[in-house]
């Protein structure tokens, strides 16, 4: 019990105190997920991120509902995903409430300007972070280059970009392997 008990907590928390999102949320899901609780690695972490593009719904409760299964199976998952979404339905529901009444204050308005600041340097962090543990070859340096070029600059959506990529690692990865058989042959 105490482990379902923990996960909801610490998603809870999560879900608390980030904004924005999913990549957002990926600096608080590294520093409790991987740095303080080391329920998962940071390569798992990167593998569940890119799961949850891959998959319907947010990266952020699919990330909580992975994990809350690796460590208590489904229940696991389910407490987790609850975890993570509570503080949204609270949230969600006070300000609908409250906010709209302040919305034309401007100390409202500078609040939540430098609110969108601050995530956006967490995310920079999160992504310098992240790139120093996966971009550990000519070969993944070439492929985030080239998504990003597509994500950047063409309407390709995100998800085919993802395929793409991923289809990119694999072909790759067999000519290397196709490679080292004759190499190791001759």
Avoid at 25 to 40: G, N
Avoid at 63 to 78: E, P, Q, R
Avoid at 103 to 110: D, L, N, P, R, T
Avoid at 123 to 133: E, F, R, W
Wanted: charged share 10%; with cysteine; hydrophobic share 50%.
């Amino acid at each position: 019990m105490p482990i379902l008990f923990d996960l909801y907590l610490t998603f809870f928390r999560i879900g608390i105190l980030t904004f924005g999102g999913g990549l957002t949320m990926l600096p608080l899901l590294k520093y409790e997920l991987v740095d303080s609780k080391k329920w998962i690695s940071e390569e798992k972490l990167l593998d569940c991120y890119a799961i949850g593009q891959c998959t319907p719904g947010i990266i952020a409760v699919n990330t909580a509902t992975y994990v809350g299964y690796l460590k208590s199976g489904v229940f696991g998952g389910i407490i987790a995903t609850l975890g993570m979404v509570s503080p949204s339905v609270i949230i969600i529901t006070v300000v609908a409430m409250f906010l709209q009444n302040f919305m034309e204050y401007a100390v409202i308005q500078h609040a939540l300007m430098g609110i969108r600041g601050a995530v956006c340097a967490l995310m920079l962090n999160t992504v310098v972070s992240l790139a120093k543990k996966s971009l550990t070859s000519y070969v993944n340096v070439i492929i985030c280059a080239v998504g990003l070029g597509l994500a950047l600059f063409t309407e390709i959506p995100t998800i085919l970009i993802i395929i793409m990529a991923g289809v990119s690692g694999v072909v790759i990865d067999k000519i290397k392997l196709s490679n080292g058989n004759k190499g190791g042959k001759a």
